[in-house]
């Protein structure tokens, strides 16, 4: 079915042309051309930019799907909304209006693009798992007033496959309060209730675990010291995201929080309480990861509670516990995922910005040989205090690091997923998708923690903002830009294990060398991505002989 778009935009001298996903359109600033070309394996989404310049003038936008024979490859385009940033995160940022918000779009809803905010469409192609390789064609037109410009769109769909569920593990946190607040919900309404799944299917579709949700812990009573706990509650919550029913790509929760409650009250009520989560996930045949997050950051004086916490857990055990922390000798044995900040793997000359700093081998090296290594960002990434630091030196330590901020180059919003494979991490962290809220009007401004993002990776879509249409999550740029990164892993992961590692190894260091060496040429991502899928085709075509099946030209 054909999307026809109505986008009330700006025109200028100078026509519209496909961008760079890796291009952040901001106003006064015409983008470079590219090709309508897109690669993607089966189990891969990729997008492009379209850019219309102003000035202003009725405009319409026909996405018609791709086709290769009787197949076709569907084109979801939505509209990149803007929103204003007034202080910088570092001086890699600026003031002003930066796109973030990706807009839903819809034959009888008029979008305004004011001459300060750039008409641009985000085009994404899906390719399920089941579709057939080949090379798909069709065009985008658009409607200028009385005139059209056809432009040619092509994409190949390669005969590799990447898995629905991210190989990496990672735990992004997501509140049912945060989002029932953002929308002027009650949380307690089963409104607000399919909305938090709304937003977990959203993120999964996005290759990220959620962690937190409702947050509700199993009502439990106690039996001769055992739990009795009553999963019906949580199973209708999660269970969908553990068996790989929610989506239709079969996606699975990579990891699993295990949550405490307050009617445990004695150490060994909160350890039957715990092994009665881990009992009752091997019962169901979840494969996710069970963790306890144990007290976040702590400091020296919260170590008698990390030491306790972990005592208790692995009283249970089978479930990790998880400690947000730099190598502390302190804590060392407390920890069955060690998860330090992204600066504390990276040495680098100038001020310190984690106290404890070495590589993922020397980390390894001094921790026990079951503990697993996860990292996570912070303001560390950025200057936890909001715009260019007066100190030079410091202002060098805190750029250049791979970054979920909105206004920061969108290369820098992907690395972690090559930057994962680079470093050999476990897994990835990260506090919050939906922080600002509870604390702000995101539309107006997504700072916090002396950053323009974080925590905050999707935006509340109110029937108000959506001009009457139902309550649904908006996604964001650098939620895509995150999801390619680790589709990026994807491809590094299944090139070494096709027998290439050096290869994988040789393409993750062109990208990004250190956490706080990453590429910001959108030209070397391509290049890399290209690079890789032609090792990947030749391989996967080799390995496929082999084993005498039908390879697909």
Same mark, same amino acid.
């Given at each position: 079915?054909?999307a ?5 935009a ?13 291009v ?5 600033k015409?983008?470079a ?7 993607l394996?089966?189990g891969?989404c990729?997008g492009l ?5 102003p000035p202003a003038?009725?405009?319409w936008?026909e ?6 024979g009787q197949d ?6 939505f ?5 204003p940033?007034?202080?910088p995160s570092?001086?890699m940022?600026? $003031?002003?209006?930066w ?8 034959r009888d ?9 750039p008409?641009?469409l985000?085009?994404?192609l ?11 064609q069709?065009?985008?037109r658009?409607?200028l007033? $009385?005139?059209?410009k056809e432009?040619p ?7 590799f ?9 990672n735990?992004?946190g ?8 953002g929308?002027?919900?009650?949380a307690?309404t089963?409104?607000?209730r399919a ?5 977990v ?9 959620p962690?937190?949700?409702s947050?509700?812990a199993?009502p ?5 010291g055992?739990?009795r ?8 919550e999660?269970?969908?995201?553990l068996d ?9 929760f990579?990891?699993l929080?295990v ?6 009250r004695?150490?060994?009520?909160k ?6 989560f881990?009992?009752?996930a091997?019962?169901k045949?979840?494969?996710?990861q069970?963790?306890?997050y ?5 400091r ?5 509670l990390?030491l306790?916490?972990?005592a208790?857990v692995r009283r249970a055990?089978?479930?990790?516990v ?5 190598l502390?000798?302190?804590l ?6 060690? /998860?330090p ?7 680098r000359?100038?001020?310190?910005t ?10 390894r ?7 697993r ?7 560390l990434?950025?200057g ?6 007066a100190?030079?030196?410091v202002e ?7 970054s979920y901020?909105?206004d920061?180059?969108a ?13 050999q ?8 998708t939906?922080?600002?809220?509870g $604390?702000q009007?995101?539309?107006?401004g997504?700072f916090a923690f002396?950053?323009?993002g974080d925590g /905050? ?8 903002r959506?001009?009457g ?7 964001s740029?650098?939620?895509?830009h995150l ?11 299944l090139l070494?294990e096709?027998g ?8 993750a ?5 250190t956490?706080f060496?990453?590429?910001q040429?959108?030209?070397v991502?391509?290049?890399v ?19 005498g099946a039908?390879?697909?030209k």
């Open positions: 079915m054909a026809a778009l109505f986008l009330a700006v025109l200028a001298a100078g026509a519209p042309h496909f961008v760079s996903p890796l952040k359109v901001r106003p006064g015409a983008p051309h590219v090709s309508g070309e897109l690669s394996a089966r891969e990729e930019q379209l850019y219309v310049p003038e009725e405009v936008v996405a018609q799907p791709l086709r290769s076709t490859l569907a084109v979801t385009p509209q990149v909304g803007y929103v940033v007034t202080t570092n001086a940022g600026a $003031t002003g209006a796109p973030d918000p990706l807009l839903p779009l819809s809803r008029a979008l305004r693009s004011r001459p300060e905010r008409a641009v985000y085009l994404e899906c390719a399920p798992e089941r579709q057939k390789p080949g090379r798909y069709g065009t985008v658009v409607y007033g $009385t005139r059209a432009l769109l092509r994409a190949t769909v390669h005969p496959a990447l898995p629905a569920t991210s190989s990496l593990p735990s992004f997501v509140s049912l309060h945060s989002i029932a607040k929308h002027g919900l009650d307690s089963p409104e607000a909305l938090l799944h709304a937003y299917r959203e993120l999964l579709a996005h290759r990220v675990t962690h937190g949700m947050m509700e199993p439990v009573r106690f039996e001769s055992r739990a706990v009553d999963f019906r509650a949580y199973d209708e999660v269970g969908p995201y790989g029913t929610a989506l239709p790509s079969g996606a699975r990579t990891t929080d949550r405490d409650s307050k009617e445990a004695t150490d060994e009520e350890a039957a309480y715990y092994r009665a881990r009992e009752h091997l019962e045949g979840w494969r996710a069970l963790f306890f144990a007290k976040d950051e702590p020296p004086e919260d170590v008698p990390v306790q916490q972990a208790r055990g089978g479930i990790s998880l400690v947000t922390s730099p502390e000798e302190s060392r044995e407390a920890a069955d995922i060690l /998860t900040p992204l600066n504390c793997f990276f040495p000359a100038g001020p310190p984690c106290r404890n700093p070495m590589s993922t081998a020397s980390l090296g001094r921790l026990p040989s079951a503990t290594v996860f990292w996570y960002q912070s303001c990434a950025h936890c205090t909001g715009g260019p630091a100190d030079p030196a060098r330590a805190f750029s250049g690091w791979a901020m909105v920061h180059p290369p820098l919003n992907r690395a972690m997923g090559p930057l994962a494979w680079r470093a991490v476990d897994g990835e962290l990260y506090f919050d939906v922080h600002a809220f $604390t009007d995101p539309w107006e997504v002396g950053g323009n /905050t990776l999707l935006y509340p879509g109110t029937p108000a959506l001009k249409a139902a309550h649904q999550p908006v996604v740029l650098r939620l895509k999801r390619d990164g680790l589709e990026d892993y994807e491809y590094l992961r070494a096709l290439d590692r050096a290869g994988a190894d040789a393409l260091a062109r990208l990004a060398p956490g060496q990453v590429s040429d959108p030209v991502w391509t290049q991505r290209a690079e890789a899928t032609r090792r990947l085709n030749a391989r996967w075509r080799a390995t496929e002989s082999r084993r039908p390879v697909p």
